[in-house]
């Protein structure tokens, strides 16, 4: 069972639960208070914080909430001392588990050196590296790096994976993909279901990789028509390689 927190003014935290132990890990907990309260409500028997990486916005409830109950806290191993109350160290391909549950760690670098996904049977918690419609800034990457995490580590994944990401960016997200790709029939037909959505109060997560695969530009890098129209915002640069074509949408997404 996985329930959205949202947290601060755009984050979603989760709280995942084994529904055979009662057992609970909370991914990314901004803030402690809210996070606590669905802890209580829920009754569940929280034992782990799985952060996807070091920014504020998803460690800043670690030690509040490290103080109200024994938790082991995951992060990756080059997050030691920018994680609070990092204790549980991980890589690519480690496992966690949480009563009956298993999570799987994926190594995915580009937003930032020690970004990680968590992915627990069809549901990917992806922090800032992989948005709806989006993908996270380029603040410790390059292109050719968050490419790779996001068009090859993830390539094997199936289509009905749930995409749960860190921040509710997925409507402008989707206002930006339009510029980029406008004759897309998928992208055109989410961006008016996601309209009808919000005007409900509804929120935008999860997808689903098959759904980012078909309207998300950074997995798109090989659409005709996004690399045309790349070309003609970028003549003089070199776009002849998947990864130069990401690094063109992420200039591009920075200004938007």
Known sequence: MVELIPVLSDNYAYLIVCEETEQAAVVDPADPDVVWSRVQARGVDLRAIWNTHHHWDHTAGNEVLQSRCDLAVVGHRTDRGRIAGLSVPVDDGDVVELGALRGTILH????????????????????????????????????????????????????????????????????????????????????????????????????????????????????????????????????????????????LRDRF
Do not use: M
């Open 108 to 251: 995915t670098p580009g937003h930032t050196r020690g970004g990680i996904v968590y992915l627990v049977g069809d549901a990917l918690f992806t922090g800032d590296a992989l948005f709806g419609a989006g993908c996270g800034r380029l603040f410790e990457g390059d292109p050719p790096t968050l490419y790779h995490s996001l068009n090859v580590r993830l390539a094997g994944l199936d289509d009905e994976t749930k995409v749960y990401c860190g921040h509710e960016y997925t409507q402008k997200n989707l206002s930006f993909a339009l510029t980029v790709e406008p004759g897309n029939r998928d992208l055109q037909e989410r961006v008016k279901r996601v309209e009808s959505q919000r005007a409900q109060g509804q929120p935008l997560v999860p997808s689903t990789l098959g759904e980012e695969r078909k309207t998300n530009p950074f997995l798109r890098c090989d659409s005709p028509e996004l690399i045309e129209g790349l070309k003609r915002r970028f003549p003089s640069e070199p776009l002849d390689k998947p990864e130069q074509v990401f690094g063109g949408l992420r200039r």
